[in-house]
């Protein structure tokens, strides 16, 4: 049987990762088990998350949704940092649909504008 936690666990549980990762945080997408840094978004002076509402922590908007690529290669990976670049949650998963973070191209060029999906970044803690 599956282990159950209380909202209020999982929303202390989420609301613990915007603490960590305080404000100005950063969205890095790399290629393929964190290799090559392609795109970096980062926040200003706001929490990259709002508050957790029954597990959930949704992602607000930063300072700037539309970046350009800093290297060539195809998204699959990226992590949550500090603004001193500490990374506080990796191993997500990047694409165009059905992924934890949704971006308008995978595969990036230098030079290339890409766009992160606000509606689709939340996380999630669940029972397991």
Same mark, same amino acid.
């Given at each position: ?34 290799? #090559?840094?392609?795109? &970096?978004? !980062? ?9 957790? +509402?029954?597990?959930? /922590? %949704? ?33 997500? #998963?990047?694409?165009? &649909?059905? !992924? ?9 060029? +230098?030079?290339?504008? /890409? %766009? ?13």
């Amino acid at each position: 049987m599956a282990a159950s936690y209380s909202t209020a666990l999982r929303d202390a549980r989420q609301n613990a990762i915007t603490t960590a990762i305080g404000t100005a945080g950063k969205l890095v997408i790399k290629t393929a088990s964190g290799g #090559t840094t392609l795109v &970096t978004f !980062t926040w200003g002076a706001v929490d990259m998350f709002g508050a957790s +509402v029954t597990g959930v /922590i %949704t992602m607000v908007s930063p300072a700037a949704p539309t970046v350009v690529g800093v290297a060539a290669g195809t998204a699959t990976y990226a992590e949550l940092q500090t603004s001193a670049s500490v990374v506080v949650v990796s191993n997500l #998963t990047v694409g165009t &649909t059905a !992924t934890d973070v949704i971006i308008t191209n995978t595969n990036i060029a +230098v030079n290339d504008p /890409i %766009t992160l999906t606000f509606a689709s970044c939340t996380m999630t803690s669940g029972n397991i």
